[in-house]
């Protein structure tokens, strides 16, 4: 009997405690299904249609690249309460992911200065900051990749439903991640567990989208892979025809971001004077024709890449990077010998 | 006035010390090229890991100029040539300039990473310099990159029998891989570290051979397939090896670097691991310890042969009979001591 008053509390108690609780539950439930999830949803809207179109016309990269180090925790918790929204995920993460390239691409000048200067410490120490910063760009891109693989499959294979522009943008971003990661992995040294095979399954990717559309990023992407992959180059193909190709479109479009891809693969094969020409030629066009106004962000993110090229070749021969106007010019060109003067024989 | 100029004299001497300690050099530097062998090129692993080296060879007087090469053979002419004072090749290439360090990959003659590690360990110690050189030539370090699997197409060839008559992507300047290959009844069809993965992908050969590192990005599964196997024998223990040109290095030069790369060995290993846990578990093809007995007999009469004709260093395989011995000391090898 003792017994049974007990068990009859204890049951008196578990009851109202589960009354107590069904509503706290239901009211978290309720804020996420009707507060949150909305908002989730506008907010996914707004920047598919509004954020992304607005940032990619104008030219402050700083700013995007704040924006996403900054917005990425915000946008991306509403997958929490709603659909994972991985298309925006591809662009924070590519985004936020050139804040630490940029910062890695600094410490390598500093590495390249302490050289200079006969400073091994503090070109030592520069070094592991540089690859601190790749480590965490690798991160964020391959995070990107996965979003793009999360939403439409892994590349490579059969091409997903690219209806859109807009997802064929993202199908784009999301590839162009995948080899930044990679690319920024191997440089510092490091394993994060950025698969191999990305190069590869990005290769086949670019061929889901129409070349001309997109001012021949998608055939510079695979020559670039064609160019850097050993063994990749198929029968008959000419990597650098293609490249210099691509080259032609994006200028075409004042979208230029097939340089970029050009001149990394030409770096990599030690084409130096190519990458001159390819900055010379990026920065000539840049100057004669503005970039196209909905993609202004694009053709800054490739002219501003081509700079961090040309400020590590101007500092490993001179101790500083590209002078202010100067991109597309080098420490060795030849002075122009035609320079109209004076005859000052008489006068003096 | 006799304390202000004692703190003078202190204050200057904290100067003088400092800029001794800050790590600026102030010695003449002498300038050399490294020429640096990477299948990717300027921004590949083996480009980046070395790059890594140029402060601590700052620090010894050298101040190397990194070169890169996507092709291995002509990195080596152009070494042997002059071009380059120092060059980074694999163990085989590197085979013609140090015979006894070139030995290292012969077949069979390394069984696992327990057996490399204690080999690599023994090289580095100051005692062996005088291995590491060769003519005018000295090996700088040696850097492991893992073991050669064979990669099959159709896992039904799943013993060395049933290798006679399939087609084999053999290296073509690797005497060594062409007397196996023919050895066990193959055929040889001539490929390069650039294109044996296109080889073995479509179809042209049965059979591949390659470290774990070139399985994902070479995408050596498509060859694989539905049919195909990874033999789980270490067939040699891959590496790399920094030789430099003695005449162009400061005394002390190459025990600095052979020390230096002792450093890196856990990173390599790191890396290798990685690569290996890559291969999907169900590819791998396990030999029976009977067959494994049997390979290892096998390959040891071609490493003999092999060291009679003058292609492996005597000195070499003995030094790796003796790891394995340490190893498994019942090894029938271990008292008859052929090698």
């Known amino acids: 009997m003792k017994n049974f008053g007990v068990i009859k509390s204890l049951l008196k108690n578990s009851l109202l405690l589960a009354a107590v609780s069904i509503p706290l539950v239901g009211c978290q439930t309720f804020k996420d299904k009707v507060v949150y999830a909305p908002a989730g949803d506008v907010m996914q809207n ?12 104008t030219e402050d990269l700083a700013v995007s690249c704040a924006m996403s180090e900054a917005m990425s925790p915000l946008l991306m918790a509403f997958g929490r309460v709603t659909s994972n929204p991985d298309q925006l995920g591809v662009m924070m993460g590519l985004s936020a992911g050139a804040c630490e390239e940029q910062r890695a691409w600094d410490n390598e000048l500093r590495y390249l200065r302490a050289m200079r200067d006969l400073r091994p410490d503090e070109a030592e120490d520069a070094l592991i900051t540089q690859k601190r910063h790749l480590i965490n760009a690798s991160k964020r891109q391959f995070a990107a990749y996965n979003h793009l693989v999360n939403y439409y499959g892994e590349p490579g294979g059969e091409c997903p439903d690219l209806d859109d522009e807009f997802d064929q943008f993202i199908w784009i971003a999301g590839m162009l991640a995948g080899l930044q990661a990679l690319n920024n992995e191997i440089q510092s040294t490091s394993s994060i567990g950025v698969p191999k095979n990305i190069a590869s399954k990005v290769e086949r990717g670019t061929s889901c989208l129409n070349d001309d559309q997109w001012w021949g990023v998608p055939m510079a992407m695979k020559a670039a892979v064609w160019a850097m992959l050993p063994g990749a180059l198929p029968q008959g193909e000419n990597a650098w025809e293609r490249l210099e190709t691509a080259q032609a479109k994006g200028e075409e479009a004042r979208v230029r971001l097939p340089n970029v891809m050009y001149a990394m693969a030409a770096f990599t094969n030690g084409k130096d004077d190519l990458v001159k020409d390819i900055i010379r030629r990026h920065a000539d066009q840049v100057k004669k024709h503005p970039a196209d106004p909905e993609y202004i962000l694009i053709d800054t993110t490739a002219t501003l890449q081509l700079q961090a090229l040309s400020d590590r070749l101007w500092t490993e021969n001179t101790g500083h990077r590209t002078p202010l106007g100067g991109l597309g010019t080098f420490w060795d060109d030849k002075k122009d010998s035609n320079v109209e003067v004076m005859e000052l024989d008489d006068l003096l | 006035m006799k304390l202000l100029k004692n703190i003078k004299a202190l204050s200057v001497a904290a100067v003088v010390s400092a800029s001794a300690t800050s790590g600026a050099v102030q010695a003449e530097m002498m300038d050399r090229t490294f020429c640096v062998w990477d299948p990717i090129g300027a921004n590949g692993p083996l480009f980046n890991v070395m790059k890594s080296a140029k402060p601590s060879a700052m620090k010894w007087g050298i101040n190397l100029e990194l070169v890169a090469y996507t092709d291995e053979k002509i990195a080596a002419e152009d070494f042997k040539a002059g071009q380059c004072d120092s060059v980074l090749l694999t163990g085989t290439r590197a085979r013609e300039f140090n015979k006894f360090t070139g030995s290292l990959e012969a077949i069979g003659a390394i069984p696992s990473t327990e057996e490399m590690r204690l080999v690599l360990q023994t090289l580095t110690q100051p005692k062996a310099a005088k291995l590491m050189k060769s003519g005018e030539y000295e090996v700088a370090g040696i850097l492991p990159a893992g073991a050669i699997y064979l990669y099959t197409r159709d896992r039904t060839i799943d013993t060395v029998e049933e290798l006679q008559g399939k087609k084999v992507a053999t290296l073509d300047y690797d005497q060594a891989s062409m007397t196996m290959v023919r050895h066990v009844g193959a055929s040889v069809v001539g490929a390069s570290t650039a294109n044996f993965a296109g080889k073995f992908n ?26 195909g196997g990874v033999f789980q024998f270490s067939l040699a223990q891959m590496n790399f090896q920094i030789i430099a040109r003695i005449d162009r290095f400061p005394e002390g030069y190459g025990q600095k670097v052979r020390d230096y790369s002792a450093t890196r060995f856990e ?4 890396l290798v691991e990685a690569a290996e846990a890559e291969i999907k578990p169900e590819y791998w093809m396990k030999p029976t310890a009977e067959q494994l007995d049997g390979y290892a007999k096998m390959l040891q009469e071609v490493r003999i042969s092999l060291r009679d004709e003058g292609v492996y260093d005597a000195k070499a395989l003995r ?7 340490k190893k498994n000391p019942t090894n029938s090898e271990c008292a008859e001591k052929r090698e």
Do not use: F, I, Q
């Open chain 1, 46 to 57: 707004l920047a598919k249609e509004h954020t992304v179109p607005y940032m990619l016309g």
């Open chain 2, 202 to 227: 479509n179809g042209s050969v049965d059979v591949a051979y390659a470290p774990a590192v070139a399985y994902t990005p070479l995408e050596l599964y498509k060859g694989l397939g539905e049919n």
């Open chain 2, 267 to 270: 990173e390599a290993y790191k």
């Open chain 2, 319 to 325: 030094l790796m009979r003796k790891v394995r011995c």
